[in-house]
Nanobody
Framework: QVQLVESGGGLVQPGGSLRLSCAAS????????MGWYRQAPGKQRELVAA???????NYAHSVKGRFTISKDNAKNTVYLQMNSLKPEDTAVYYC?????????????WGQGTQVTVSS
C-alpha cells in the first residue's frame, strides 16, 4: 500500500505560480507511475501530468508549457510546479500512484488539495 499526502494548494491570482507536493509513505523509485489529476466542480476528474518510474513525463494539452511534474526519489515526493495559472485551473488536485503487482494495477489516491485561481 501507499499513502499519499498532498500539500501546497491555495489561492493565487491569474498569472501566478504554485508548487504542489505529494509525499508518499514508501519508496517511490519502483512505483510504476505517479501523477496529478484534478477535478473541478461539475466536471470529471482529469489527468494533469504523470511521471513514470524512468522519469518520462506526460501532460494534458491544456497545461503543456505551464506545468512541470518532477520527483525526488530520495524524499519520496512528487512535485507539480504550476506557472502562468489561469482561472480554469481552479480545481481540487489529487496525487495518484500506480503500483503494479504481477498482472494487477493498484491505484492509490491522496486526499486532494484545493487550488483556486482568482483575482
Amino acid at each position: 500500500q501507499v499513502q499519499l499526502v498532498e500539500s501546497g494548494g491555495g489561492l493565487v491570482q491569474p498569472g501566478g505560480s504554485l508548487r504542489l507536493s505529494c509525499a508518499a509513505s514508501r519508496n517511490i523509485f519502483s512505483i510504476y507511475a505517479m501523477g496529478w489529476y484534478r477535478q473541478a466542480p461539475g466536471k470529471q476528474r482529469e489527468l494533469v501530468a504523470a511521471i513514470a518510474s524512468g522519469s518520462s513525463t506526460n501532460y494534458a494539452h491544456s497545461v503543456k508549457g505551464r506545468f512541470t511534474i518532477s520527483k525526488d526519489n530520495a524524499k519520496n515526493t512528487v512535485y507539480l510546479q504550476m506557472n502562468s495559472l489561469k482561472p480554469e485551473d481552479t480545481a481540487v488536485y489529487y496525487c495518484n500512484a500506480v503500483v503494479v503487482v504481477g498482472a494487477t494495477d493498484y491505484n492509490y489516491w491522496g486526499q486532494g488539495t484545493q487550488v483556486t485561481v482568482s483575482s
